[in-house]
Every structure is written in structure tokens, then in C-alpha cells.
């Protein structure tokens, strides 16, 4: 085209370092991490693993760390989208997610060809997983990696009950996963990143990667949740900020079609990460691969001190939050 | 409390009023064709629903193919007390109901 | 034959970690548009040229696309009409998420641009906003329309017509 | 129509003893003309089925609430709010869905608004809520944006 007279500002040179690195035999992925200088969004310095740290990004935490101050800060007329939409989504349980939490439990109680099921080691009702929810995701020595909640249900079920179509992305271990989920209602958020090892440094790669700016439209996870785009109009949808909402995790959700997945109305965190990443046109990860296990311990651990709360739904399937 | 497709929540408040929140697990689907193979799938969604207060009609509803999937039904109920027992039915355009009875806590 | 052929080889080349940066980003754009048809979900196979979360595939390394300044010469011309449809589709332009735009209001994380016409910015200003922000402002949130093979240029253009109007 | 077969073999059986009690409110015929109403290809035909030649008047007596921008058309959250007393017939059409009849509710001196309800929308339209009290009829319409996620995926 004529019209157009297009320059490469800072050329060949980067690319040129590249080839130089990429040219070399077998070199892994690692090699050329150490030369590449990411995009991050601004704030990655301001985060905290705790629940409060929002107080450095919208600065609404004292209106809703917890029911009181959620009380308060209605009685004082402030509108949702004042309070960063954090004002009632953990207070109203989901009647909808019951549905999903039912089918959880059948699946809890589904024998396999020698009359084994998740109960049999797990407790009729799940007695010996109360709270465990709260503490996932969490280094599983044996594994000799971190895991989050479907991975854990894919290889508990793969290994102990000879169940190997649970897999991460399938409806069985979704349903699990809430129904799993919910026995941990009310036990705050508590993911140890702050010790040495492997947690802490998924943490960090997870901040990493949710400040990092990928895919088609140059994006970060953080661009639409952070301010100053959270509260704002993103289309029919407007963002809040990533601290203490993967405590309401997984969510009653009517799902974006994600190709060829039957979610069964339930977003786990891991489909939440891929369904944000598709909306976003950035490559899709494969749930529980490290990238997308490190995303949720960031996340998780950004709900630290928050209690967690399931079933809840996904904001806009009520018209409270217009009415508020 | 809840049958296998009905979940029902009811909040008894003052002067007798009380806020139902009743929940039908039912697929809900529109008249539509398969993007894949081009055939005709068939509507599927319910068309009746029947709430009763102690056997006594309390509200009845009708819909059509554009009610959402897992319909939610929620109003506000009047003259009710302890003990009451709030009856509610559902049929679809195949054929298929259910009905459950929830007693007021 | 030779433009398939072409085509082929580059498809072949995005296995490699270095070649979205040896394929210019017109021929990028040009295939992508062979197989993706716009106002349709971006699809998945384009998605790993970019900079990606993965740890295990090549995208997961690939550097930031460089910064491109580009310049406007001539006339504004092209189709309003066609303009105003790629900025309200949500899977083409998607101005809308963030824009109020002339005649729809919209989203409110930039700034409105209902009346962008009064406000009179050079052609040059608003087409390097929509190739690439980032010579204004590193942190911007919009999108690289030009640089990532978003939009193409026929496409911008129509845009700008657009929004143009009065 | 099916449908119509439907709904009269249910009265016939179960529902005798209800629209005994409907009597008083409703004309004997309601219930095939409501049903007949859910085939309407246009609002104007389902309101002409369900209200003969009776005129909605628009009130600010009830409320639609409902987001202006839904970002999800197959579950659209409305809430029907309403001043009114002896709402006895809420009707809410989709006017832009192919069938705009999309739930009809019959009520009692044992129900009341606020209603709630999740819709189908299939693009953005209005929204409009047709309720009877003491025989006259009111409306509230809302337009409703409908949108798929904020982004492009």
C-alpha cells in the first residue's frame, strides 16, 4: 500500500540475539526465557498474597473484608461497582450451584467394578476433606509437583478408583470439584507462599504470567483487573480486581461456549483462567499444566485470610447487583 | 429442601410474607438446528408450572422456549404461616413432571 | 501455486520459536485471513504466534512484537458503513468494549469517541493509535491492531471513517 | 398444535380443582388463548391473543429492572417490580425473539411481585412487562443490549 510508509522501530537486533540463542542445538525453552524481556502491566510490585493487598490496587478492601463491613458500606449507599462489585457475591449462597453440588455427590458416591468410590476413603459425607479446599492448590510430595483441586481429583480418581475418564476438563471432575469445594465453606483461604519451596515459587511465576501481556491483542490478566478498568464498562461486563474472588472458586457459572466442553454450568478456576484467555485471543493452556497451576496459586493465594465461600454463582445470573 | 429437579428456598418474613426461590433443573431448549449435521432438533422446555399453598393455587406460569436453561422462579408469597406446605409442579412438551412438596420452616 | 506454496512454508516455520518474527506482519495477516473469517472465534492455531502463558510450548518465550510507528499520507477514504460494523463486532474490531462510538454508546475504559470528529486529531494520531498505542503509551490497554494482524489496513481505514463522522 | 393438546389434557385431570379457584379471576377461555399466544411470530399478535383489544398503558407503577447491557443473551436476569395492588396477570414478551411470548404468570391473593426470572434473548431488543390489576392493564419496556463477553475472542 502507498499510503502507508510502515518502520520498524528497534529492529533486527533483538531478533538477531535470538537466532543466536535459538540456533543452538536442543536448546530448551529455559535457555531463551533468561534472554527474553516480557511486557508486564504495571502493579505486579504492588501485589501481596493476602486478601488485603487489594487496598494497593482498588482500595475498596475495608468495605468488604467481611460481612460487617459489607453491611456498613450499604448502609453508607454505596453502589456496587463503588465497592469494586465484592458486596454480596460471597454472602448469597447459590440455590442454582445446588444443582451442581447434587451431581458432585452422586459422582462422591459412584462405585467403580469393586464397589469403591470416593467415599469409601473420603468419608460417606466427605468428612475428611472439610476445609482441605481451602488449602489448595498444594505441593504434592509424591507427584513431586504443585496441584490444584481438578488435578488432584484426576489423579485420586485415575489411581484409587481406576477412573481415568476424570480428567481435568471433563464433567465428572468438575462437579467433583465444587461438591469438594463446598465442604470447605467458611475455612478461610490459607496457601503458604511465604516459606521457601515450591509453592512460593509458583506464586510468583503465577504473578508473573497474570502481569505478563500475551496473545493477539497484547493483554495481561491484569489489564482488565486492575484499575483503573475495574468498575469500568468492558462491554456488557465490568471487572473487579483478582483479590478473593478464587475463594467463591469454582462458581456457578452458565458458561461461554469453550469448544467441546460439556462444563455442566460450573466453572472451576482453571476453566475460568481458559475462558478469560479465549476472550482475550491469548493461547488457551491446558488445565493443570504448570503455567495455568501457578495462575491459580497466585490467585488462591491473593484470597489468603478471605473465607471461602461455595456455592456461590457468577454475578449477573440476578439483577441484585443493578438493584444495590 | 428439594426432589430430584426441584430446589425450593423459602424465607418466611413478617405479616406473613414470605420470598420463594424455587430453582427446575431442566435443559430448556429451543427449536434449533445441529450446526454439525443440519438436522432439526427438536424444542424441549417446560410449559407449566403450578405452585399451590396448602393445596390452594398460589401462582401458575406458562412459558415458552426462551425461559433460561435451569429456570429460576422467585416471588413473593402472602398469607402464609409455619407449617404451611408449598406444593409445586412442573410438565414439559415431551410428556415429562416432576412435583415436590416443601413445608415453611 | 507459488502463493500456496508460500503460505505452506509458513505455516510449517511457526513451529519454530523465532518465526513470527521472520514472517513479516503482513503475511501473517494474510494467513490468518485465508482460514479466519472475521466476526468468527479467532482461531486457536494463530493464537500460539503470539506470546502466550504456556511454559511448555515455544510461544511461552517469544518476546514482545516490536513497536511499529507508522504514518498516514493522503486522503481518508474507505467504507463508513463497513466501518461501523467491524467496530460493533465483538469478534472484529470490538471498538465498542471500550468505546462509546458515534450513535452507540459503549464501553467506558477508553475514552468516548462519540464526537471524535470535533475533536480534530490528525489522521497520522489515529491511525498509529490503532496500529500500534504503544508510541503514546507503553501501558495502554488497547489493543495491536496493526502490529498483531488484528485489523487490516482496508479495515482501520474503514474504522477511522467511521469514526470520523459527525 | 401440540402444545395446545398439551395443556388441555392437564386441565382436564389435575388442574380441574385450580381453575375452579381461577374462576373468579380468570375468563373460562384464558387458558388456550394464553397457550395460543406462545405460537405469536409478533408482539403485537401475542398481546392481541392474550388482551383482545385491551391497550397497555405504560406506568411508572412497574418496574423492570434488567442490565442494559446483558452480557450473556442466553441468560438474561429480570426482576418485575411493582406499586400496584391485585396484579392478577404478568405477561413478559421478548419483542426481537422469533417467538416474543416468553412467560406468563398467573397470580393469586397468595403471590406478589418482585418476580424473577432468566431469559433468552437472542440480540438486542426490548423487553416488555404487560400486568393486569383491577382489570386494566400497564406496561413497563426496557431495551436490552446483548453482548457476548467484553472481549474478542
Known amino acids: 500500500m502507498q499510503r502507508f510508509n510502515q518502520s520498524v522501530i528497534n529492529p533486527a537486533e533483538f531478533v538477531a540475539a535470538l537466532l543466536i540463542a535459538g540456533s543452538v542445538t536442543h536448546a530448551s525453552a529455559t535457555d531463551i526465557a533468561e534472554t527474553t524481556q516480557h511486557d508486564y502491566w504495571p502493579g505486579r510490585d504492588k501485589t501481596i498474597p493476602h486478601v488485603s493487598g487489594d487496598t494497593n490496587f482498588s482500595d475498596t478492601y475495608q468495605d468488604w473484608k467481611d460481612a460487617a463491613a459489607i453491611a456498613a458500606a450499604r448502609a453508607a449507599g454505596k453502589a456496587s461497582h463503588e465497592v469494586n462489585f465484592k458486596d454480596f457475591r460471597w454472602l448469597v449462597k447459590s440455590l442454582d450451584a445446588e444443582l451442581v453440588i447434587d451431581e458432585g455427590r452422586e459422582v462422591f458416591h459412584r462405585q467403580n467394578a469393586n464397589g469403591q468410590s470416593c467415599a469409601s476413603c473420603h468419608g460417606e459425607n466427605g468428612e475428611k476433606l472439610k476445609g482441605a479446599y481451602a488449602n489448595l492448590p498444594k505441593f504434592n510430595e509424591r507427584l513431586g509437583r ?123 478456576l482453571q476453566h475460568q483462567i481458559r475462558s478469560c484467555q479465549q476472550l482475550s485471543r491469548m493461547h488457551q493452556g491446558t488445565e493443570g499444566s504448570p503455567s495455568m497451576t501457578a495462575i491459580e496459586v497466585f490467585l488462591k493465594a491473593s484470597a489468603n485470610g478471605y473465607p471461602m465461600s461455595i456455592p456461590t454463582q457468577q454475578y449477573n445470573l440476578d439483577t441484585d447487583y443493578l438493584e444495590q | 429442601m428439594s426432589t430430584s429437579t426441584i430446589k425450593a428456598r423459602i424465607q418466611l418474613g413478617d405479616h406473613g410474607v414470605a420470598t420463594v426461590r424455587t430453582l427446575i433443573a431442566h435443559p430448556m431448549l429451543i427449536d434449533r438446528t445441529d450446526p454439525k449435521t443440519g438436522a432439526r432438533l427438536p424444542a424441549h422446555f417446560i410449559e407449566d408450572v403450578e405452585i399451590t399453598l396448602n393445596g390452594i393455587p398460589a401462582i401458575s406460569l406458562e412459558w415458552g422456549q426462551a425461559v433460561s436453561t435451569n429456570p429460576l422462579v422467585a416471588f413473593e408469597l402472602h398469607g402464609v404461616k409455619r407449617g404451611d406446605v408449598l406444593g409445586i409442579r412442573w410438565k414439559d412438551n415431551q410428556g415429562k413432571t416432576d412435583a415436590g412438596e416443601f413445608p415453611v420452616v | 501455486m507459488m502463493k500456496k506454496l508460500k503460505v505452506m512454508a509458513l505455516l510449517a516455520l511457526t513451529a519454530a520459536v523465532l518465526q513470527p518474527h521472520l514472517a513479516a506482519a503482513d503475511e501473517r495477516l494474510q494467513v490468518i485471513r485465508e482460514k479466519w473469517t472475521p466476526g468468527t472465534p479467532m482461531l486457536t492455531e494463530f493464537l500460539t504466534l503470539y506470546p502466550c502463558h504456556s511454559e511448555e510450548l515455544p510461544c511461552g518465550q517469544l518476546p514482545p512484537p516490536e513497536v511499529q510507528k507508522v504514518s498516514f499520507k493522503g486522503a481518508l477514504q474507505g467504507d463508513a458503513k463497513r466501518g461501523e460494523k467491524i467496530a460493533l463486532d465483538v469478534r472484529w474490531g470490538n471498538c465498542i468494549a471500550c468505546h462509546s462510538l458515534p450513535g452507540h454508546t459503549g464501553g467506558t475504559v477508553g475514552p468516548s469517541l462519540a464526537d471524535y470528529a470535533s475533536r480534530a486529531p490528525s489522521l497520522d494520531y489515529t491511525y498509529q493509535r490503532i496500529w500500534d498505542t504503544r508510541v503514546f503509551n507503553p501501558d495502554a490497554h488497547m489493543p495491536l491492531f496493526g502490529t498483531n494482524s488484528v485489523l487490516t489496513e482496508d479495515e482501520i481505514l474503514d474504522v477511522m471513517v467511521f469514526i470520523h463522522q459527525h | 398444535m401440540k402444545r395446545r393438546e398439551v395443556i388441555r389434557g392437564m386441565a382436564g385431570a389435575s388442574l380441574l380443582p385450580f381453575f375452579g379457584a381461577l374462576a373468579g379471576l380468570l375468563p373460562t377461555t384464558a387458558q388456550a388463548r394464553v397457550a395460543e399466544a406462545f405460537e405469536a411470530k409478533t408482539p403485537q399478535e401475542a398481546l392481541a391473543t392474550l388482551f383482545q383489544e385491551a391497550q397497555a398503558e405504560p406506568s411508572e407503577a412497574l418496574i423492570l429492572i434488567a442490565p442494559d447491557i446483558a452480557e450473556n443473551g442466553t441468560a438474561v436476569p429480570l426482576t418485575i417490580r411493582s406499586t400496584l395492588d391485585n396484579i392478577d396477570y404478568i405477561a413478559v414478551l421478548a419483542t426481537g425473539n422469533p417467538l416474543p411470548l416468553v412467560a406468563s404468570y398467573k397470580l393469586t391473593k397468595h403471590s406478589s411481585p418482585p418476580l424473577s426470572l432468566r431469559i433468552k434473548l437472542g440480540k438486542t431488543q426490548d423487553v416488555v412487562v404487560v400486568a393486569r390489576a383491577d382489570g386494566k392493564l400497564y406496561s413497563s419496556t426496557r431495551h436490552i443490549q446483548v453482548s457476548v463477553g467484553g472481549c474478542g475472542g
Not at chain 1, 500475551?214 to 482488565?224: D, E, I, N, P, R
Request: hydrophobic share 35%; aromatic share 12%.
Open chain 1, 146 to 268: 504443585v496441584v490444584v483441586g481438578p488435578s488432584q481429583i484426576e489423579v485420586c480418581a485415575s489411581e484409587r478408583l481406576g477412573q481415568q475418564d476424570w480428567r481435568v476438563d471433563t464433567r465428572a471432575n468438575s462437579v467433583l470439584d465444587m461438591y469438594v469445594a463446598s465442604l470447605s465453606d467458611g475455612h478461610v483461604v490459607d496457601i503458604d507462599v511465604g516459606t521457601d519451596g515450591p509453592l512460593k515459587t509458583a506464586y510468583l511465576k503465577g504473578r508473573d504470567l497474570f502481569f505478563k501481556r500475551t496473545g493477539q491483542f497484547h493483554y495481561a490478566c491484569a489489564s482488565c483487573h486492575t484499575p483503573p478498568t475495574v468498575g469500568n464498562y468492558l462491554r456488557g461486563q465490568r471487572p473487579t480486581t483478582f483479590f478473593g474472588d478464587a475463594s467463591q472458586y469454582p462458581i456457578y457459572h452458565f458458561p461461554y461456549a469453550l469448544p467441546g466442553d460439556d462444563l455442566a454450568h460450573v466453572f472451576t
